[in-house]
């Protein structure tokens, strides 16, 4: 992957946690998006990303279809396709159709509106993320297309700082600031199993 929140979080919070890296010590990973960092702040994990932001674009082939929606934009970022929805409700109810997503020359579709709802109390904008073609039909929660999200949601909400909720179905709260061409992201690890390799 040339960017991956998932990793970067989960293994900063490793060398955290057993003690390789101080606990007030940045890390520090060198990728093919270039130099990423990760911080603590309290219970927080802050990641210092590229941002990626999208140009309007026409769908390519097969998406809207796949999606069964009638999408208020679509726009193209270095990595993935973006389409923005009437609301979140709309964002929730999507019901992909995987074999044609699959089919879809793109890594993945981020789906997004803003989140005007009591259900989402002090949150900016919602989001999913399908990428069948990279194996992952939904990803709970993901940090590469928070770095599309925070220019896209930036030009229309004109601001930098955001709380945004990835709705899938395990879901994830994610704390988002746009700085030039940088995206900070805030998210949060928990480690669920400890394994050892002998030999």
Request: with cysteine; aromatic share 6%; hydrophobic share 40%.
């Amino acid at each position: 992957m040339d960017l991956c929140g998932h990793a970067t979080l989960a293994s900063a919070h490793v060398l955290w946690e057993s003690g390789e890296l101080g606990a007030g010590a940045a890390a520090r990973f060198h990728t093919r998006s270039g130099l990423l960092t990760a911080v603590r702040n309290g219970d927080w994990i802050e990641l210092d990303f590229p941002a990626t932001p999208d140009e309007p674009a026409e769908a390519p082939p097969g998406l809207v279809e796949a999606l069964d929606v009638s999408p208020r934009y679509v726009g193209r970022s270095r990595f993935d396709d973006i389409v923005e929805l009437e609301d979140a409700a709309a964002v929730r109810a999507l019901r992909p159709d995987f074999m044609r997503l699959r089919a879809v020359s793109t890594r993945g579709v981020i789906a997004t509106s803003r989140a005007i709802s009591p259900a989402t109390p002090g949150v900016d904008f919602v989001s999913r993320f399908f990428a069948p073609a990279s194996g992952i039909d939904e990803d709970p929660a993901t940090g590469s297309s928070h770095c599309c999200l925070a220019p896209f949601w930036s030009r229309r909400l004109g601001k930098n700082n955001f709380l945004a909720h990835q709705v899938s179905e395990r879901g994830g709260v994610l704390k988002v600031t746009l700085e030039g061409d940088r995206v900070q992201l805030g998210g949060q690890a928990v480690t669920v199993l400890r394994g050892e390799l002998l030999a």
